[in-house]
C-alpha cells in the first residue's frame, strides 16, 4: 500500500474511533420527542422506558437530550418565595408545576401524536414547551420507521399483529412531533436493546415488578415473572432464562482439594468469556448468604482435609468475583437495599471454608476500612464492639461492627433521610433524570454513610452521590453511581466514554422496595423505579460509547484470466476497533452465478450464491486477557465460468444486547476475460483497487453524527473511500496499524 493510502487509511479509523462525548445537535422539524416530564408523561413515565426498548430492538436510534447546565429547583415550582423561572407546561402561561423540577432540556414546539394524559387530542398544538426529566429523541430520517413501533405500543388492537407489544400492565405513552427544528444536548446516543439479568436472590420479584411496570421484556420476548424463582424454572435453557441463580452466576467451582478460580465462567458470560448480558441487577441479596459455602449441597466439613473430593457447589464470595470480572467490561451492575452491603463490603477471607483470593473483593465504589485499636477493652463509637484478635490474624485487639451487614465496611447503614430534606445532586446525569418529588422508602438499608471510625471514603474522591441527605453526600447517601474502583469522573461527559473507562459501572439504591403505581404526582415513591430504568440504559454497552466498530473489508483478485473454468482467491477481514464486543457474528459472502465455489475455508454453511462463517463472539480492541480475538477473517477460491463482470459482497452480522446488526455489505467487482492474462502469468493479485470498490468499511454502530464522523443508520455501513490493493490482507495491515495507534492513544489517559 502507498505512503498515502496508509496515511488515509489510518487516519480514517482513528477519526471513525475520536471520543464520543456529548454534543450539541439540531433536530429538525418531524423528530418524535418522547417527554419525560409529569406534565405530559405522568402515566406513561415508566412505560416510556419499555417503549424505547422497542425501538432500540427494532433499529430505531434514540438521543437522550440532557442539558449541560440543568439545576434542580428544590423547592416546588410554584413556591411563592422561589419560583421557577420556567412554566409547567406552555412556556409563557405563568403556570408553575406545584413540585420540584429540573430546569428544561430544550425547548419547542410540538403536535400531540399520542396522549398518555387524556387531556389532548392527537393534533393538539403545544405552541412552546420546556422539556424536562431528559426526553428522549427520535430524529425526524427515523420517524417513519419509529411511528409504526409507537402505534403498535399504545394501540391494544395492533397487539395480535405485534405480539412483542403485548403486557400485562398497560398505559399509552406520551410521544410528540416537533413543528420546529430545535437544538439539544445529546448526552448519550442509544442504539442496542439491553440484555438484563436478573440475580435471584430471594426478593428478585422486585426487580421484575420493576421491568413489568416498563413492559421491558427477558431476552426471548417472555415478561419477566411475576412469581419468585422457588416457584417456577429460572436460569439458562427455561423459559425464564434471564433470572440467574447463585449457582449459575458463580459457575464450575471445582472440588475442595482443587478449587477453580476462574472467575469468568458463570452464567453472566458466553463460553468465550465476553459479558453475556448487558446489566444484572440484585435486589436484597443477604449477608448470611452471601457467607455461606455449601460442598457436595451441604455444609461442608470442618476442615480442608475432610472435603476431598466433594465438589462446591455454593460459594457466596464467588458471585462478587463473577460481577466483578463482569465489570471489567462496559456493562452495568445494578443492586438495592441489603444487596449493596452484600457486594460492597466483601473482603476476600482466605480461610477455610471460604480459600479466597484477591479477585473476591468486593469495594466496586468505597475503600476497605481500617478498625481501631480498642481502647482499654471498649470502643468510642457505639456501633462498634472491641473484639479480642480480631484483626491483623489475631494479632491485635481492634474494633469491629456490631451488625454483620457492616463487617469490611465500606459502608456503614443509616435510616432514611426525609423526602423534603433530600438533595439532588448532578440533575444533568442520566442516572439522574426526575421530575417531581422524590420519596425515599423503608427498609433494613434505606440509605448509606461512609465511617469516619473506619475512615472510609468513595474511591479516589470521585463524586458517585446523585441523591442523599441534608449533611450528604458521605452521610444518608440513597443513590450512588460510579465506575468500578474509581476508575473515572462519571460526572463529566468528556471523561465518561470507554477510550478513557474501560470499565463497567455500579449503582446502589437506598431502601428496600419501590412502588410502580402511577401517576408519578400521586405516587413519588415511584420514583426509585424511574432510577432503576434510567440505569438500564445509561449503560454503555447500550448506548454508541460501548458499541463494537466493526471494520469489514473484502480483498482478492480483480482481473481474472482464462483459459475458462479460471480461480480467483478472496479473503473477508473484519476487525473490531470499539470498546465493546460482537456476539452471534456471522460473516457472509455472496457472488452472483454462474460463479461457483472451488473452495472455503472452514467449512461454512452454503447456500446458492453464499456462503456463511459462524465467528461467534469478537473481543474488544482493549484486549483484555482472556478475550477472543478481535479481528479475523475466512478465505474463499471462487471458480468462473464465463466471462464477465462478477459483483462480490461481503458482510457481517452480529448481536449486541437483544439487537441485531450488521456491517455491510463491502463490494469488490471482478472482470473475468476468457483471454490469457497479458504477461502470461497468474491474476493479478497486486493491482490496486479502482474507486468505487468498497473495500475497506466502517460501522457506525459506535459513532456520533455530532459533528465527527456522518454515517448511515445504525447497523449500516459507510466507505472509506480509500484506495487499498487488492490481495489478501492488503487493508487489513493498516486497520492493525491504525488499531495499534488507538490503544496506546487510550493508554496515554
Known sequence: MKRSQLSFTISMLLFATTTRAGYERTFEQGSLIIPMDLEYQDHGMLQAYGLVFQLLRQGVKVYWVIDLDKTWHHAPCNDQADPCPWDCGEEGS????????ASPDFYTAAEVLWDGEGTLGQG??????????????????????????????????????????????????????????????VRKEMLAAPTIAVF????????????????????????????KCDKIPCGPGTENPDMLTVPSIMGDMGTCDAPNYDHRNGALFTPDGIPAYCQIMSMHWGVNDRETVECDGGNCPADQAGCSGQAITYHGHEVIAEVRQFLAFPVHFFAECQAVNAY???????????????????????????????????????DFECVAGGCDG????CCLTRDIKERGAGFMIEN????????????????NQLDGFFETVGGSEQSYNLSDTLQTAYKNDMEVVFITGPNGPGFQDVWMTGYLDGECDITSPFLDV?????????????????????????????????????????????????????????????????????????????MNAGAGAALDAELELHWPPPAEPSSLEGNPQTSQGQATWTIGSIGTSVQRPG???????????????????????????????????????????????????????????????????????????????????????AGKASGCGCRTQANPGGFLPAMAIALLLIRRRRKTH
Open 200 to 227: 435471584s436472590d430471594g426478593n428478585e420479584d422486585i426487580a421484575t415488578s420493576y421491568l413489568r411496570a416498563a413492559g421491558i421484556p427477558q431476552s426471548n420476548g417472555n415478561e419477566f415473572p411475576a412469581q
Open 124 to 185: 393538539a398544538t403545544i405552541t412552546r414547551h420546556g422539556y424536562r426529566g431528559g426526553p428522549f429523541v427520535v430524529d425526524s430520517a427515523d420517524a417513519a420507521k419509529a411511528i409504526p413501533i409507537i402505534d403498535a405500543w399504545n394501540d391494544q388492537s395492533l397487539w395480535d399483529a405485534n405480539p412483542w407489544a403485548s403486557r400485562t400492565v398497560f398505559h399509552v405513552v406520551s410521544v410528540h412531533r416537533a413543528t420546529e427544528s430545535f437544538t439539544g444536548y
Open 394 to 397: 489475631g494479632a491485635r485487639d
Open 498 to 574: 470507554p477510550e478513557n473507562c474501560q470499565t463497567g459501572k455500579v449503582s446502589y439504591l437506598g431502601g428496600h422496595r419501590y412502588n410502580t403505581a402511577v401517576p408519578l404526582s400521586a405516587n413519588p415513591d415511584s420514583q426509585g423505579t424511574r432510577l432503576f430504568l434510567n440505569a438500564l440504559f445509561e449503560a454503555d454497552c447500550v448506548t454508541s460509547n460501548g458499541q463494537p466498530e466493526l471494520l469489514l473489508d473484502l480483498q482478492g483478485d480483480r482481473n481474472v484470466y482464462g483459459p475458462l473454468p479460471a480461480t480467483g482467491s478472496y479473503q473477508l477481514t473484519y
Open 627 to 713: 478475550e477472543p480475538p478481535d479481528q479475523g477473517g475466512r478465505n474463499a477460491e471462487l471458480s468462473f465460468p464465463q466471462a464477465g463482470t462478477y459483483r462480490l459482497e461481503g458482510l457481517i452480522r452480529f448481536r449486541v444486547g437483544v439487537s441485531t446488526l450488521e456491517v455491510g455489505p463491502v463490494t469488490l467487482d471482478v472482470t473475468v476475460s476468457d483471454e490469457p492474462a497479458p504477461d502470461g502469468g497468474q491474476p493479478d493479485a497486486g493491482q490496486e483497487q479502482q474507486p468505487g470498490d468498497e473495500g475497506g468499511q466502517v460501522a457506525d454502530t459506535g459513532q456520533t453524527d455530532g459533528g465527527q464522523l456522518q454515517g448511515e443508520p
Open 416 to 431: 432514611r433521610p426525609d423526602s423534603a430534606t433530600i438533595k439532588v445532586l448532578h440533575p444533568e446525569v442520566p442516572y
Open 94 to 101: 405563568g403556570v408553575k408545576c406545584p413540585y420540584p423540577t
Open 344 to 382: 460492597e463490603n466483601t473482603v476476600p477471607n482466605p480461610d477455610w471454608p471460604f480459600l479466597d483470593d484477591e479477585g473476591r473483593l468486593g469495594h466496586y465504589l468505597t475503600t476497605i476500612g481500617t478498625p481501631p485499636d480498642c481502647q482499654q477493652g471498649s470502643c468510642g463509637d457505639p
